[in-house]
């Protein structure tokens, strides 16, 4: 993961500060967080530490939070952490997030994963946890393209991670594409939120 970088809302270099590592498991995608660790590995560490963990394991067959052993799961995992947060990828049911709202806005971080440029799932999810109240840090990850930056911090993206090169080059001005961007936690007073105001008498 040494080849990826976190950047800020205005497009400065946080991965030195970032302290979040992925819990390893088969569908780990690349890019998630900076560094990855096993349950073992977190188990035995003598400190606790930022852990992103996957939804979708957590998830029943009715896109509920489960219960039961990995309800018991969980819970040790809060135990050997000091924050949590989720990631999610497109396969992700739209509708689970609303399920599961609950437990969404107690996470310290969300990482929305993109797997295709032309796969624009990333968007709306993004716009939904901030309908939903999510006020935390929601970071993207995958292969979005630098000139969707601005868009994503409109739908309310807060930090991204972007491969070294990407990183390195001129990547200021993705942040500054549109003069209305956002910085994520005020995009619900973004027009696009804005609630449908009931006709008056004279509209009628």
Known sequence: MANHHVLDSHGADISGEDTWQALATEQLPD????????????????????????LADLLNADGKLANGLLEQVFDILKQHSSRLGVWITSNTDADA????????????????????????RGFSFAQTLRQ?????EIRMAGAFGRDQIAYLLRAGATSFVLNEHDAKSDISQAFTALASSYDGRNAAALPMFAKQSEPSVAQL
């Not at 996470?107 to 994963?113: A, E, N, P």
């Not at 939903?132 to 935390?136: D, P, T």
């Open 97 to 120: 997030l609303a399920e599961v709202k609950d437990f969404l806005l107690t996470q310290d971080l969300i990482v929305i994963h993109v797997p295709s440029f032309v796969d624009g």
């Open 31 to 54: 890019g998630i967080a900076l560094s990855n660790l096993t349950l073992l590995e977190l188990l035995h560490k003598q400190e606790k530490v930022d852990v992103l963990v996957p």
């Open 132 to 136: 939903l109240g999510y006020e935390g």
